[in-house]
C-alpha cells in the first residue's frame, strides 16, 4: 500500500521550458514535504521543501505547491536546464514517519 | 569532503552469505537511516536511528540488522542473504533527532546470487 505515489515514471521537455513534477499522497497526517533529485551513481540530495501550512514555496527556479485538499504535491522548474535531467523524487513526512515517491525520470533536451 | 560515506560500493553475494554494509558521517548529526531502492518502488526506510544507542524499524526491516556504534557510525547487517535482497542501499543522515533526511552516501549497489 504505497502512501506517496509518483505515477509519470518519466518526462521529457525542452531546454527553456518549463518542468511540472507530480506527487500524490493519501495520508492527511502528513505535515512536511520534501523533493529530492539524484545523478545516477549518486545519492538523492535534498532540493526544497514545503510544511502543510503553506501552499507555496519558491527558490530561483524551483518552486513547490502544496494542494492539501487534493492532497497533491508539484514541483515545478522554471526555466528547464539539460543539468536538471534526474530522478527527482518527493519525501512525505509525518512525526518520524517519512515515505519516498517512486521517482521521475526528468529528460531536458537541449 | 564532508558527508556521508557508505562502503563497500559494489557487492556480489551469495544465497546465505552475511555482509556489513558500513556508513559514516563527520557532520555530528544525530539521526542516521538505511534505505533501499528497487526499481518501481522508490527508497524505502529499512532501519533508522534517531540518536546515538537508539535504533528503530523502518517499512523493510525483515532480513536485516542494524548497529549504531557511535555518533559517526550506523553499520547495516545482513545475517543470511537473499536474492530479494539485491538492491542499491543508501545511508543517510540528519542534524535533527529524527527528522527527514538530509544527506545521502552514493549507495551500496549489492546483488545476491
Known amino acids: 500500500d504505497q502512501q506517496v505515489k509518483q505515477n509519470s515514471p518519466s518526462l521529457s521537455v525542452q531546454e527553456g521550458r518549463i518542468s511540472i513534477l507530480n506527487c500524490d499522497y493519501t495520508n492527511s497526517m502528513f505535515d512536511y514535504f520534501l523533493w529530492y533529485k539524484k545523478y545516477p551513481a549518486e545519492g538523492p540530495t535534498f532540493l526544497i521543501s514545503?510544511?502543510?501550512?503553506?501552499d507555496k514555496n519558491e527558490d530561483g527556479r524551483f518552486t513547490v505547491f502544496l494542494n492539501k485538499s487534493a492532497k497533491h504535491l508539484s514541483l515545478h522548474i522554471v526555466p528547464s536546464q539539460p543539468g536538471d535531467s534526474a530522478v527527482y523524487f518527493c519525501?512525505?513526512?509525518?512525526?518520524?514517519?517519512?515515505?519516498f515517491g517512486s521517482g521521475t525520470k526528468l529528460n531536458v533536451k537541449p | 569532503n564532508a558527508g556521508v560515506t557508505q562502503t563497500p560500493k559494489f557487492q556480489v553475494l551469495k544465497t546465505g552469505q552475511s555482509m556489513t554494509l558500513q556508513c559514516a558521517q563527520d557532520m555530528n548529526h544525530n539521526s542516521m537511516y538505511w534505505y533501499r531502492q528497487d526499481p518501481g518502488m522508490g527508497l524505502r526506510l529499512i532501519y533508522y536511528?534517531?540518536?546515538?544507542?537508539?535504533?528503530d524499524k523502518g517499512e523493510v526491516p525483515n532480513g536485516y540488522n542494524v548497529s549504531r556504534l557511535n555518533k559517526r557510525e550506523f553499520s547495516l547487517r545482513l545475517e543470511s542473504a537473499a536474492p530479494s535482497q539485491t538492491s542499491v542501499y543508501f545511508c543517510?543522515?540528519?542534524?535533527?533527532?529524527?527528522?527527514?533526511?538530509?544527506?545521502f552516501g552514493d549507495g551500496t549497489r549489492l546483488s545476491i546470487l
Open positions: 536511528s534517531a540518536s546515538e544507542g537508539t535504533t
Open positions: 514545503i510544511s502543510s501550512i503553506k
Open positions: 519525501l512525505c513526512y509525518n512525526f518520524n514517519k517519512f515515505y
Open positions: 543517510a543522515s540528519s542534524a535533527t533527532g529524527g527528522g527527514q533526511p538530509q544527506h
